[in-house]
């Protein structure tokens, strides 16, 4: 069975600085990596996603992020975070031709002025 | 494209009482979709998956009698929660897996979630 960890709970970050997201998985195979975020109340948004090929991948909002397989990482990378991306962060894990998805525990980002 | 829609976003009603929530892909035909729970300040968990006009298939230690899935169409699945407690008060996200092939196959759109509480 696949599984994901987020190993930081809540970041802090100044507007303008940079972020880094950390996520390790576990699964047999190259799995389907995911990236979502969340804003209070509402429900997910698909920040980018891993399925095959070029490893470092790039999504919305200036959002990145690089498969590395021999650390079973998918870290999330922002250079310049603004104040609109305090949110909870999300990252998901699917095993290819299966449906379900298993997420991480979530990263609260805060972001000071 | 591949937007989902969830109905009601919020709803409040008294214990012992049932409340349908409704999951609609509104561009898309969905051959699955998923039911999740998320606890405040938690990850969502998923509660059952549901294949039109199939039976849903609930994750463990989900109440399969409390917590109805019905996937009548391509574009429609129901969560209701029958005789509701407080404890059944929370977020609830349904999202659907678009039927397709290749790179599309396992991505899951997601709904905007309902809020249900329970008085």
């Known amino acids: 069975a696949q599984s994901v960890t987020q190993p930081d709970i809540h970041i802090t970050v100044s507007e303008g600085a940079s972020l880094e997201l950390r996520c390790n998985y576990s699964?047999?195979?190259?799995?389907?990596l995911f990236w979502y975020v969340q804003s209070p109340g509402q429900g997910l948004q698909l920040l980018l996603k891993?399925?095959?090929?070029?490893?470092l991948v790039q999504g919305i909002k200036g959002f990145e992020a690089e498969f590395k397989r021999s650390q079973s990482s998918f870290n999330l990378r922002k250079p310049s975070v603004h104040w609109s991306d305090a949110a909870e962060y999300f990252c998901?894990?699917?095993?290819?031709?299966?449906?379900?998805?298993?997420f991480g525990a979530g990263t609260t980002v805060t972001v000071r002025a | 494209g591949a937007v989902v829609s969830q109905h009601p976003s919020w709803v409040i009603c008294k214990s012992g009482t049932s409340v349908k929530i409704e999951c609609r892909s509104l561009?898309?035909?969905?051959?699955?979709m998923f039911w999740y729970r998320q606890f405040p300040k938690q990850s969502l968990m998923l509660m059952a998956t549901?294949?039109?006009?199939?039976?849903?298939?609930?994750e463990q230690g989900v109440e399969k009698d409390k917590f109805l899935i019905n996937h009548a169409s391509l574009t429609l699945s129901t969560l209701t929660v029958t005789s509701a407690h407080p404890e059944d008060s929370s977020f609830y996200i349904c999202?659907?897996?678009?039927?397709?092939?290749?790179?599309?196959?396992?991505?899951?759109?997601f709904g905007p979630g309902t809020r249900l509480t329970v008085l």
């Open positions: 998901a894990v699917g095993a290819p031709l299966r449906y379900k998805l298993s």
């Open positions: 891993y399925f095959s090929g070029d490893t």
């Open positions: 999202s659907a897996r678009r039927r397709t092939s290749g790179e599309g196959y396992n991505e899951q759109f």
């Open positions: 549901s294949n039109e006009g199939s039976k849903a298939t609930y």
């Open positions: 561009d898309f035909q969905a051959t699955t």
């Open positions: 699964y047999g195979a190259t799995p389907y």
